[in-house]
């Protein structure tokens, strides 16, 4: 295969979610009480909601500026590229890329739609959360069919609510939702409690696939303030282990053998040692922890190979170690627009990694496993043909899509003047609470 | 090479402190003030020291007994293998499992001593602790000479102290020590901080490695008390991940090239990923970092592979992938007598993983890595034949080590009569509560 002729599905990028969001999908008073685009007097931006303040109206969307500026947090629209908020301006910016088609999480109310959880007036986040669906399903993606996943948010803490959205979304189209890996930080049961017993069965029922992001249950911890920050930019992918771990001893992959879990930006090379030493653990220790309840006849790794998809943003280690993985649960991620994002290189990048591979094998990891994971047939829409790196890059070119690198500002880790330094965890937690402040 | 050939060191195993371990080495207040072991009226034993009771006299040290009781905490001396207090027995152990020499840690103090941190008065903690590591060096160690590799703790609230410490302990011919991995934990500065200077200074001018055990400075979080605790334990070794990042941007490491750390019980196969990944987040977010002002010319995986020591229970997909390592710093550990260790069938397993390796690799891996790391010449007290897997198991065999499981109790992670099921995370928080308050 030639680099140009991959088709490749991003399975985690990030909207920030544009000020007009809920016009079409709300009015009256619900509209009215729907989160809002606040622009400041000192033009700096955030959402407000129930009496919250999300300062970040763009989490790390860093994309398009000069590397030196990665570490800004934009304060402002107009800082972002226009990509992070605008669907055409995304498709450019796939296209030039050489993305196909792409899944997206949300930015202001988290990954896994958190904020909505934390609002006092639940009735109110109910009606709200699923206009936020609906923007994202029928506006976003719908706005360009066979070129993104959607992937909904949900109620979780109203099962009834939960189930009821499922299938409404389902409905839609929609195959893919967002939760909290560890509901415990939102104040629910565990995954391994009962209450989570019609959600398992409403997920199954409709096919639907659990995205899991880093970050939001499970956080990687910072060793200390005084850490340089890339201790922390090094561990957030494999920060998923703890998830991953508590999601794999799931009694319900055994009472739902059709549930599907996407472990979202948490790389793939660790995870061959990972299953190793779960199926080491399981081995020594099933005969006091009556684990074998729970797996019976399988190892812990069987599990992991029937239920969970993975992806990389950039892994050369785990994709030269492919055989020690499911060749059909791994997948690519672009991070498109924060800064783990290798946009818009990502073609020459990706393909450096896969070219020891066979061309059914780079097929699958691509775009075929995610695919048939998602349910998402692209080549509905679009002949493969049209979907390739060449045709994408040529589209781009023709549209005049410009990647110059532009300068953009926002929230520094460092005061202006300020000598340079190694910037530490504890720079980059004062540059959020500071702007948290001004905002 | 064959299995009986190999010579096997163990970088990581661990004592459970005899009762009487003091008595040699203070006399007057001091060893009346010394941490005391204690026999409940209910049979239940415990250290207390300074107004602090440590109920674990084994701190899971279940070497020996029946697999289903690996959960269950000793309470009692007698519950407990002799290998585990009692330095003769322990060689017999060793032997039996074709050991030809151990780093031990301690179990009531803490891997990294962190009870005499704990304690109020530090004037009687130095005293204790110093005791503590005469006892450890001469006593427990020096009874065999070249079959320990001594690793003293440090009272490392008093920089000036340490550094004294690190000169008497050095003067004995003790080369390696442990402290936390993460010092903010015990209210200290955390590594990165000038606090410290005076100690990187010792430890590279008297050539003494440091030893970072996991569990101490970033323990493996839990992800809930209903999650299965098969998933906690999966995800311990991999825990050290957090304090590996942390050190690897630990700018001492340019100031003193000679420093040596040792990630103790952290596994080997997913450090290829690691290093990987903290490449291309150096490569990516230097820009505005500034980590070029440490790492300068280096890749980060340059300088793990020059400082950091690692080591593995059981690791095949590490081994199968140690040219993606630096094959003179990886050990071998044995963990006995934890639950983990694989303790007496340690020389098949382990060569199993090994086989694949040249002659010259698999004496590197089991021993030779270990003797320069930690600058220990077993050699020079035995003769290699003398230390073999065959030459040490035809001791043991002579000397009638018996290795027969036996049944010994101890608090149990279920109620007696409880319905067996999976044994969760709460369930062995509630044991040690329970426990604790017995004592």
Chains 1, 2 share one sequence.
Not at 116 to 123: G, L, M, R, S, Y
Request: with cysteine; net charge negative; glycine share 8%.
């Amino acid at each position: 295969m030639k680099m140009n002729d991959m088709v490749i599905i991003s399975v985690d990028d990030h909207i920030s979610e544009p000020p007009d969001m809920f016009k079409k999908h709300l009015s009256g008073d619900d509209l009215a009480s729907a989160p809002q685009f606040i622009v400041a007097e000192n033009g700096t931006s955030f959402w407000e909601y129930q009496g919250m303040k999300m300062p970040s109206v763009g989490l790390n969307a860093v994309v398009g500026r000069p590397l030196d500026e990665y570490g800004m947090e934009p304060t402002a629209l107009e800082q972002l590229r226009a990509g992070c908020f605008d669907v055409k301006a995304r498709i450019g910016d796939m296209n030039v890329n050489g993305i196909a088609a792409s899944l997206n999480f949300g930015s202001f109310p988290g990954f896994d739609g958190g904020r909505f959880h934390k609002a006092p007036d639940k009735a109110k986040s109910l009606v709200h959360l699923r206009a936020y669906n609906d923007w994202h399903i029928d506006e976003w993606c719908g706005a360009y069919p066979g070129r993104f996943i959607p992937c909904a948010i949900l109620p979780t803490w109203d099962i009834k609510a939960t189930v009821e959205e499922l299938k409404r979304i389902s409905a839609k189209g929609c195959t893919t939702v967002s939760i909290n890996e560890n509901p415990t930080v939102q104040g629910l049961p565990s995954i391994h409690n009962e209450y989570w017993e019609p959600f398992w069965k409403a997920v199954t029922d409709l096919d639907i696939t659990i995205c899991l992001h880093i970050g939001a249950g499970n956080p990687a911890p910072h060793a200390s303030m005084e850490t340089p920050i890339e201790a922390w930019i090094t561990t957030m992918p494999m920060s998923i282990s703890t998830g991953a771990a508590d999601w794999l001893n799931l009694s319900a992959l055994q009472r739902y053998p059709k549930l599907k879990i996407a472990l979202s930006e948490g790389g793939i090379g660790w995870i061959p040692y990972f299953l190793e030493r779960a199926d080491f653990s399981h081995s020594r220790h099933q005969f006091w922890t009556n684990s074998r309840m729970n797996f019976r006849e399988d190892k812990p790794s069987d599990v992991f190979k029937r239920h969970f998809m993975t992806c990389f943003i950039d892994d050369a280690f785990g994709l030269k170690n492919l055989d020690s993985l499911n060749e059909d649960l791994v997948s690519y991620e672009c991070d498109y627009p924060h800064s783990d994002s290798l946009w818009p290189e990502v073609p020459e990048r990706l393909f450096d990694t896969l070219k020891h591979l066979s061309d059914a094998q780079v097929d699958k990891i691509t775009h075929g496993n995610a695919m048939r994971f998602f349910r998402f047939d692209m080549f509905k829409h679009h002949p493969r043909e049209a979907l390739t790196v060449g045709a994408l890059r040529a589209q781009a070119k023709a549209d005049g899509v410009d990647v110059t690198p532009k300068s953009s500002g926002g929230a520094a880790p460092l005061a202006e003047g300020e000598k340079p330094r190694i910037i530490t965890s504890g720079d980059l937690m004062r540059m959020f609470s500071h702007h948290a402040k001004a905002a």
